[in-house]
C-alpha cells in the first residue's frame, strides 16, 4: 500500500487546512488509518486516528480544533484542522495499518511522505 498525502501550505494563526492522504495498491482490508506529525527538532509524535469502524482518537492537543474522516471508497483518509496556532507547524505523516490476506492477523503499516504545515504568527 502507498500513501500520497497533499494539501499542506502556509497558513496564518487562527486559519484552516485541510490534508488529504489516499492509500493505493493492493490490501485485503485497510484498517485504522491516521495522522502522526514532527516539528522541528522535535520526534514525531501522534495526531488523530480512524479505525475502520470510524471510532476516533486525538491527541489532547488538537481534540477540538482538528477533525479526522475517511472515504473508504476512496481509500482517502483526510485531516480537516481548524484554529490553528503556530505550535502547530511541522511536517505531517499519515499512515494506513493494513492486511493483505483475509483471516490474517498480521497487520503492515504504510507511511505517506510527509506534507509541511507552516503557520504564521
Same mark, same amino acid.
Given at each position: 500500500?502507498?500513501?500520497?498525502?497533499s494539501g499542506g501550505g502556509l497558513v496564518q494563526a487562527g486559519g484552516s487546512l485541510r490534508l488529504s492522504c489516499a492509500a493505493s495498491g493492493s490490501?485485503?482490508?485497510i484498517n485504522d488509518m491516521g495522522w502522526y506529525r514532527q516539528a522541528?527538532?522535535?520526534?514525531?509524535?501522534?495526531v488523530?486516528?480512524?479505525?475502520?469502524?470510524?471510532s476516533m482518537l486525538y491527541a489532547d492537543s488538537v481534540r477540538s480544533r482538528f477533525t479526522i474522516a475517511r472515504d473508504n471508497a476512496k481509500s482517502?483518509? =483526510?485531516l480537516q484542522m481548524n484554529s490553528l496556532e503556530p505550535e502547530?507547524? &511541522? +511536517?505531517? =505523516?499519515?499512515y494506513a495499518d493494513f492486511t493483505v490476506r483475509s483471516g490474517s &492477523? +498480521?497487520? =503492515?503499516?504504510?507511511?505517506?511522505?510527509?506534507?509541511?504545515?507552516?503557520?504564521s504568527s
Open positions: 500500500v502507498q500513501l500520497q498525502a490490501a485485503f482490508s522541528p527538532g522535535k520526534q514525531r509524535s501522534f488523530t486516528r480512524i479505525s475502520g469502524d470510524a482517502t483518509v =483526510y502547530d507547524t &511541522a +511536517v505531517y =505523516y499519515c &492477523a +498480521v497487520q =503492515y503499516r504504510s507511511w505517506g511522505q510527509g506534507t509541511l504545515v507552516t503557520v
